[in-house]
């Protein structure tokens, strides 16, 4: 996958009929030059799969249990997101931390899941509000990037993804420097931990970007492309953003 990604976060939205937004993307897209992932609902990635095809854009999960299988209702296995289709997987999304408690310590163990089911992973960090009103930005994100990766991950196999909780769905974004310095720090940090491979793995910004925030965003220094969340719901929207990337 090349180093600039947007990647679409479907969060609970999407039934049969939002296929159609896929069939728009391929379309737009034939051949994006940059990494295009789709995340939907799990019970879109096996149809969404059939309809991608050989075309260039992968699938992801939003989200996996750290066990392969067993007594875990309503929950879902790496290799159950492989199975059906998908080569990536978001772990972190502060949605999971705040709705079902995933800490650190989970997400650790739901990477390493994730990894062996053969799933890149887009990991999400990111302080609340509350966290940046006390200075703890660089702290929180620290911690959840030390927490969270494996000693062992393959670095061509990491997506982060930079996600301040307070962006999120609520049209406020970050200025270009609150973002490059927290894009900054989680290189250094990658740099410190994977050596110079860590260069390499590619850092998204993710929080309210909409088409006519995406070139600016992509401007920031450290930032190679996107997660996105309402604006990825619908091809035209998120294409825009793809095409912004693609002049980034
Ligand atoms: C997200 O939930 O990952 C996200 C970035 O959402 P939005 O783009 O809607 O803020």
Redesign the pocket.
């Known amino acids: 996958m090349p180093r600039k990604i947007a990647a679409g976060?479907w969060?609970m939205h999407g039934d049969g009929a939002a296929l159609a937004e896929i069939d728009a993307l391929i379309a737009a897209h034939p051949d994006p030059g940059v990494g295009i992932v789709i995340c939907p609902p799990a019970t879109l990635i096996h149809r969404m799969a059939e309809r991608v095809g050989n075309a260039p854009i992968a699938l992801g999960g939003q989200s996996c249990h750290a066990a392969r299988s067993g007594a875990h209702t309503g929950d879902i296995s790496a290799a159950m997101l492989a199975d059906a289709g998908a080569s990536h997987v978001i772990l972190g999304?502060s949605?999971r931390r705040i709705d079902h408690g995933e800490t650190d310590a989970v997400i650790l163990a739901q990477t390493q899941s994730a990894r062996g089911a053969g799933l890149s992973v887009i990991l999400?960090v990111g302080e609340t509000a509350a966290q940046r009103d006390a200075g703890m930005t660089l702290d929180v994100v620290t911690r959840q990037v030390m927490g969270c990766l494996p000693d062992d991950i393959d670095p061509s196999a990491l997506i982060m993804a930079y996600?301040p909780v307070w962006?999120?769905?609520?049209g406020r974004v970050p200025d270009g420097d609150q973002i490059a310095q927290v894009h900054g720090a989680i290189r250094a940090l990658l740099l410190s931990r994977l050596g110079l491979a860590g260069g390499q793995v590619p850092i998204l910004y993710?929080?309210?970007?909409k088409p006519d925030n995406a070139a600016t965003i992509f401007a920031i220094a450290d930032v190679d492309g996107a997660?996105?969340?309402?604006?990825?719901l619908k091809a035209a929207s998120f294409s825009q953003i793809i095409t912004a990337l693609q002049s980034a």
Do not use: W
């Open positions: 976060n969060k999304h949605e999400c996600e962006a999120i769905g609520t993710g929080g309210s970007v997660l996105v969340g309402g604006a990825a």
